[in-house]
């Protein structure tokens, strides 16, 4: 089993900056890609960025350049940096752990980012 814990989250001002913090724990050499998701009240959950096992990261269109996933693999944490945000940055977000190819998938609470005008 494989447990994470998000931190991070919080109330901000639009245009300000957060860094959001993913620990895992547990049977971690079950996982070898990470994500950062969000979901807002009434909206689906979408997928902010990814991080592979050997760095590489992808981002949807809609996050490129304010959003920066990043990862420490001595310490099991993963990162979520996001900068100049705006009131609609608002939503829980969520850490994904998983391995590509199988059924290991995991995810966090959750934490939450409030972005005020």
């Known amino acids: 089993q494989v447990q994470l814990v998000e931190s991070g989250g919080g109330l901000v001002q639009a245009g300000g900056s957060l860094r959001l913090s993913c620990a895992a724990s547990g049977s971690t050499a079950n996982i070898n890609t990470f994500g950062w998701y969000r979901q ?25 350049g304010r959003f920066t996933i990043s990862r420490d693999n001595a310490k099991n944490t993963v990162y ?10 608002t939503a829980v977000y969520y850490c994904r752990g998983y391995m590509v190819g199988s059924s290991y998938d995991y995810w966090g609470q959750g934490t939450q980012v409030t972005v005020s005008s």
Do not use: C, F, H
């Open 40 to 64: 807002a009240p009434g909206e689906q959950r979408e997928r902010v960025a990814t991080i592979y096992s050997g760095g590489v990261t992808n981002y949807p269109d809609s996050m490129k």
């Open 80 to 89: 979520l940096q996001m900068n100049s945000l705006k009131p609609e940055d």
